[in-house]
C-alpha cells in the first residue's frame, strides 16, 4: 500500500500488517505555505512499477515502487506564479495527466500530459480559452487572464471512447462577478479531450459565471444504461452547486438534471441544462444568504456507483451562508476571492450520504451525519455493504440497498480520506486514513455468530437476508499505524 502526505512526502506499507517498507521526504522550497496554495496530497497514480506524485511546488516527480528512489523530477509550472498540485495524477497509456490548483491566485488553470518513462511534456490545455479561440469572448476585458478554472481533482478516462474528462473549478475572482461579465469559459465545467494531443471534443458547463465558488471538480461516473428506452454512454455527476447531472457522453447532450441537496440560488434547469438563476442570490456588498455555502452540497469526496443495486451514492453537506463581494486588482501568486462568505452558525453543516437513482435524480434513501464531512466519499462494494465517514471521525458501514446502519467504528480523530478496499493473502480489507493515523479493517478469523449461521445453513435451514448479509460484515480492526513521522527540521509537524 503506498500513502502520501500532505507536504509530499510518502510510505510504502506492508498491506499485510502496516510495516513500513519505505518512507520518501521531499524537502519544499523554504516559505511555500506562504505561497497561494492548500496544504495537501490526495495520492499516488501508479502505472508499471513506477509511482507518479505531482507536488506542492508544482513538479511531478517519477518513484520507483519498490525503492522510493526518484526516477525523475520535472516542473510543470513556476510554483513562485501561484500553482500548487495537490491531486493524484491519473496515468494512461503511457501518459501521466495531471492539473494544477489556481481559482483563488489570479492565475489560469491547466492540464498537462507527460511521458511516464521520460517526464517530456507532451500537451497541454488551458482551461481558460486563449486568444483567438471564440470562446474567450465569455471573458470580460482582460479578466480572462487571471481567470482561474482549476484543474485541481482527479480526472477520469473513458476506454471505450478513448476520452479523457476532466473537470474544472471556478472562474477569479471567486465571489466578484461583476469583473468578469459573461459565462466564463471553461470554468465550472466538464471538458471531454483528445487523450493523445489534449484537443478539445466538447465541454459542458454546470454553473456559467459561478460567483459562489462552486467548482465542477466533483468527480464524474462513466456508466452504460438505458435511458428512456435507448442504450446510452452516460456521463453522471452529483455537483457542487446542488444539482445532480445526467449527460450523454458521446454528444455532450444534456439529458437530466434535479437537485439533490438544499439549493435555494436556482428555480431549476433549462432544456440545455442552464441553471435559471434566482434574482438576489449574487454576492453583494452587504450580503446575500443563498444555500449551500462555498463548500457546496457535495465536493471533490469520491461518489460510488454499484452496478449491482443500480444506485449511484453520494456524501455532502447542507450548510448555507451569507456571501459578500468586494472589488480588488488581481495580484497574480496572491489570494484574490474577491470577497467570502460565512456559514450559518445556525444551522452549521448537517451532513448525509443519500442514494440516488441514476437515471432520474431521485432521493431512494438518506442517511443524516451530525456534522458532514469535505473529506470523505463513499465506497460501495459487491458484497451490499457501504462504507462512508462523518467529520467527527467515525467509519461507517452501511447496507447499500436500503441505507441501514450495520456497524461504525471511532477512530478517535478527523477523517482525511475516502475508504478504499483491497485483497491481500484471498482476504478483502477496508482501509482509511484520518489526520493521524491509517486504520485498516478485515473480517474477523473466527466469528462464533457466523459458524452458527454456517452451520444453519449446512442444516438446511436457509439464511435469513439479514443473516446473510451479517456474514459480509465484520469491523474487526487489522491494524493501526501512525502517520505522523516525527522530523526534527518541522517538529511542528
Known amino acids: 500500500m503506498f500513502v502520501t502526505g500532505p507536504l509530499n512526502d510518502a510510505a510504502a506499507l506492508d498491506a499485510r500488517t502496516g510495516r513500513t517498507i519505505w518512507r520518501y521526504q521531499r524537502r519544499l522550497p523554504e516559505g511555500i505555505h506562504r505561497q497561494c496554495t492548500v496544504m495537501t496530497n490526495r495520492g499516488f497514480a501508479i502505472l508499471g512499477d513506477r509511482l507518479y506524485q505531482a ?3 508544482a513538479h ?28 493524484a495524477p491519473l496515468a494512461i497509456d503511457g501518459k501521466i495527466i495531471v492539473g494544477v490548483t489556481a481559482g483563488e491566485c489570479a492565475v489560469v488553470g491547466f492540464l498537462d500530459a507527460f511521458d511516464a518513462a521520460t517526464g517530456a511534456r507532451l500537451w497541454r490545455f488551458w482551461a481558460v480559452p486563449q486568444k483567438g479561440d471564440p470562446a474567450r469572448a465569455t471573458w470580460a476585458g482582460d479578466s480572462a487572464d487571471f481567470g482561474g478554472s482549476p484543474t485541481r481533482t482527479t480526472g477520469v478516462y473513458d476506454r471505450e471512447t478513448d476520452t479523457l474528462y476532466w473537470t474544472t473549478g471556478n472562474p477569479g475572482p471567486d465571489y466578484d462577478g461583476t469583473v468578469r461579465a459573461g459565462d466564463n469559459l471553461y ?6 479531450l ?35 428506452g435507448r442504450p446510452r454512454k452516460l456521463l453522471i455527476q452529483a455537483n457542487r452547486n446542488g444539482f445532480y447531472y445526467v449527460l450523454d457522453r458521446l454528444t455532450r447532450e444534456f439529458l437530466l438534471g434535479k437537485a439533490f441537496g438544499n439549493q435555494t440560488w436556482a428555480a431549476g434547469l433549462d432544456q440545455k441544462g442552464r441553471p435559471i438563476v434566482k434574482p438576489g442570490t449574487d454576492p453583494s456588498p452587504e450580503g446575500s444568504y443563498v444555500c449551500p455555502d462555498a463548500g457546496g452540497n457535495t465536493n471533490w469526496q469520491s ?87 462523518s467529520d467527527e471521525g467515525h467509519l461507517i458501514a452501511l447496507d447499500a440497498r436500503t441505507g ?10 478527523k477523517i482525511a480520506s475516502s475508504p478504499i478496499a ?28 457466523t459458524a452458527r449461521r454456517q452451520r444453519r445453513s449446512g442444516n438446511g435451514i436457509p439464511l435469513t437476508p439479514g443473516e446473510r448479509l451479517g456474514e459480509r460484515l465484520g469491523g474487526a480492526l487489522k491494524y493501526q499505524i501512525s502517520l505522523a513521522a516525527s522530523r526534527e527540521d518541522r517538529p511542528e509537524d
Open 55 to 57: 507536488t506542492l511546488d
Open 60 to 87: 511531478l516527480i517519477a518513484l520507483d515502487a519498490k525503492t522510493g528512489n526518484v526516477i525523475w523530477d520535472v516542473p510543470v509550472d513556476d510554483y513562485e506564479k501561484g500553482y500548487s498540485i495537490t491531486h
Open 187 to 192: 470554468s465550472c465545467s466538464v471538458l471531454a
Open 194 to 228: 483528445d487523450p493523445h494531443n489534449g484537443s478539445l471534443k466538447w465541454y459542458f458547463q454546470f454553473t456559467p459565471h459561478d460567483t459562489h465558488d462552486w467548482d465542477a471538480n466533483e468527480t464524474p461516473v462513466l456508466i452504460n444504461a438505458e435511458f428512456q
Open 303 to 389: 461518489p460510488s456507483y454499484d452496478p449491482v443495486t443500480g444506485l449511484f451514492y453520494v456524501a455532502g453537506v447542507e450548510a448555507c451562508a451569507v456571501y459578500t463581494r468586494e472589488t480588488k486588482p488581481p495580484i497574480p501568486g496572491q489570494p484574490y476571492p474577491g470577497g467570502g462568505q460565512q456559514t450559518d452558525p445556525k444551522i452549521g453543516s448537517p451532513g448525509f450520504i443519500r442514494a440516488l437513482n441514476p437515471l432520474t435524480g431521485k432521493v431512494v434513501w438518506n442517511f443524516d451525519l451530525e456534522v458532514g464531512s469535505y473529506a470523505a466519499g463513499v465506497l460501495s462494494t459487491a458484497g451490499g455493504v457501504l462504507f462512508a465517514a
Open 404 to 413: 441501514a446502519e450495520l456497524w461504525h467504528y471511532q477512530t478517535g480523530s
Open 422 to 449: 483491497y485483497q491481500v493473502d484471498g482476504q478483502q480489507r477496508i482501509a482509511i486514513s484520518t489526520t493521524t493515523s491509517l486504520f485498516t479493517f478485515g473480517l474477523p478469523e473466527f466469528h462464533p455468530e
